[in-house]
C-alpha cells in the first residue's frame, strides 16, 4: 500500500482530482500585505494568470472551493477573507462586506491584471457586491451564490448561531459530525478535509475552529433588531442593497433549493435588481460542496460569455 509522504495542505489535491477525473492543476499559496501590515492569504491554482476569483462564507475558508475549481479546470484564485484561513484576524471584529472588500481590492492587484469572474458564497457574496460597486475595474461578472441582504435572519444565521453555539470538541471526528448534522458538508470525506483545514488542537488536546468567527459568532449573527446591540461586524447589513444595486457588471444569484434564500428572497431580489439573472440549483446553502458540477458549469459559461 503506498502511504502518502506529502504533508503540504495541497495532499488532497490528488486524490479529488482522480474523484472526478480531471488532471491535477498547479497550486500554491501566496500572501499579499496590507497597509496596515495585516495579511490577506489565498490559493492559486493554475500557471496562468487567475480568470476567476472566489470568496467563501462565514466561518469556511480559501479550501471549500477546490472542488469546484478542479472541475472548473481553469486559472483561479480563492481569497481566505480576513479572519479567516490564513488571512489576519482584525482587531475591530469588524468582518463587514465592505471591510472585507477593501482587502480584497488591495490585494487583488498583486495576484491579476485584469478585470476577474467574481464568484462569492454568503458573506463572500455581500463582499463580491461591494468590491464590484466600488472597484468596477477590478471585475467583469459577478455571480453571487445564496445569500440576499434581505433573507430572514432567523433562519439560515439563526442556524449559524446555533452551529457555532459549540466552540470547542473532544476530537475532529466530533466536530464532522456537528456539520454534517446541520447540512454543511458533503460528503463525509469531503465535511473530514475542510474540517482539517478549518480546526486546530490546542495543547489540552481539545479541538476548536480555527477562525475568528467561531470566537464572536453571536454578534456576526445577530439578527437585525439584535444588530444595533451587537458589533458592527453583522452579516446582514444596510448596505447590502446599495452595493448590488451600484454592480455595473453582469450579476447573477445562484439560489441554493435546500438553502438560505427563499422563493421569497429571490422575488424581491429580481424585483429590486431586474437586470439580474437568477438560477437554481439543487444543493444546500454551501453549493460548492454539495453541487460544485453545476456551480462549475454555471461559472464556466460567464467565462466563455467574456471571451
Not at 490577506?40 to 472542488?67: C, I, K, M, Y
Not at 453571487?144 to 476530537?171: H, N, Q
Not at 444595533?228 to 445562484?254: E, K, Q, R, Y
Not at 439543487?282 to 461559472?299: G, K, M, S
Request: net charge negative; aromatic share 6%.
Amino acid at each position: 500500500m503506498h502511504v502518502p509522504t506529502d504533508t503540504s495542505e495541497f495532499r488532497y489535491l490528488p486524490a479529488q482530482a482522480q474523484s472526478v477525473s480531471v488532471p491535477v492543476p498547479a497550486a500554491s499559496r501566496v500572501e499579499a500585505e496590507l497597509p496596515d501590515g495585516r495579511v490577506l492569504s489565498a490559493l492559486r491554482f493554475g500557471d496562468a494568470e487567475p480568470q476567476v476569483v472566489f470568496l467563501h462564507g462565514a466561518g469556511l475558508n480559501a479550501h471549500t472551493w477546490d472542488t469546484t475549481i478542479l472541475r472548473l479546470q481553469e486559472p483561479a484564485l480563492a481569497i481566505d477573507l480576513a479572519g479567516h484561513g490564513d488571512s489576519s484576524w482584525r482587531n475591530d471584529l469588524d468582518y463587514s462586506p465592505r471591510n472585507l472588500a477593501a482587502d480584497i481590492a488591495e490585494a487583488l492587484p498583486h495576484w491579476t491584471s485584469a478585470p476577474v469572474v467574481l464568484v462569492g458564497q454568503s458573506l463572500g457574496g455581500l463582499t463580491a457586491a461591494a468590491l464590484a460597486s466600488a472597484h468596477p475595474a477590478l471585475v467583469r461578472d459577478v455571480v453571487i451564490v445564496d445569500i440576499t441582504p434581505g433573507i430572514d435572519a432567523s433562519g439560515g444565521p439563526a442556524e449559524l448561531r446555533e452551529f457555532y453555539r459549540v466552540s470547542d470538541f473532544a476530537s475532529r471526528d466530533e466536530l464532522v459530525d456537528r456539520a454534517m448534522a446541520f447540512g454543511l458538508g458533503g460528503s463525509r470525506a469531503d465535511t473530514e478535509r475542510g474540517v482539517f483545514f478549518n480546526s486546530r488542537i490546542r495543547e489540552d488536546g481539545r479541538v476548536e475552529w480555527k477562525h475568528h468567527f467561531a470566537h464572536i459568532a453571536a454578534q456576526v449573527f445577530a439578527a437585525p433588531d439584535q444588530a444595533a446591540h451587537a458589533a458592527p461586524s453583522a452579516v446582514l447589513n444596510a448596505t447590502g442593497w446599495d452595493d448590488l444595486g451600484g454592480v455595473a457588471a453582469p450579476l447573477t444569484l445562484v439560489r441554493a433549493a435546500r438553502g438560505y434564500v427563499s422563493p421569497q428572497d429571490a422575488e424581491d431580489f429580481r424585483a429590486r435588481l431586474p437586470h439580474a439573472d437568477v438560477i437554481e440549483i439543487d444543493a444546500t446553502h454551501n453549493v460548492q460542496e454539495t453541487a460544485p458540477d453545476r456551480l462549475a458549469d454555471l461559472i464556466r459559461s460567464h467565462l466563455s460569455d467574456g471571451m
